[in-house]
């Protein structure tokens, strides 16, 4: 069993910055994690992924260039760093445990642990 915990979303102006973190509790060893978000009246959208190594990252093309990820291992937390946020990155974000180990998936059907979500809100 895993569990999830995000903080440090927030309300920031266009063009501002937040971190997130995602810290997790059991088995995460050899797994990727990732980030997704929701919008209201959206379907939840993949954001970004990254292996347990750190060497494999993916982007969704909306936030490449603004958004990096990364892990601390030994601190089992997960971070997303978001810069240039824009209104529309208003949303829930969650952090997810890969389902397989080895996978880096960009689709929510990949992961099997969720975090409860923390809301980002950019105003313009």
């Known amino acids: 069993q895993v569990q999830l915990v995000e903080s440090g979303g927030g309300l920031v102006q266009a063009g501002g910055f937040l971190r997130l973190s995602c810290a997790a509790s059991?088995?995460?060893?050899?797994?990727?994690m990732g980030w997704f978000r929701q919008a209201p009246g959206k379907e939840r959208e993949f954001v970004a992924a990254i292996s347990w190594g750190g060497g494999r990252t993916s982007f969704a093309d909306s936030v490449k260039g603004r958004f990096t990820i990364s892990r601390d291992n030994a601190k089992s937390t997960v971070y997303l760093q978001m810069n240039s946020l824009k209104p529309e990155d208003t949303a829930v974000y969650y952090c997810a445990h890969a389902a397989e180990i080895s996978e880096l998936p960009i689709s929510a059907g990949g992961y099997k642990y969720w975090g409860q979500g923390t809301q980002v809100t950019v105003s313009s």
């Open positions: 059991g088995r995460t060893f050899a797994y990727a």
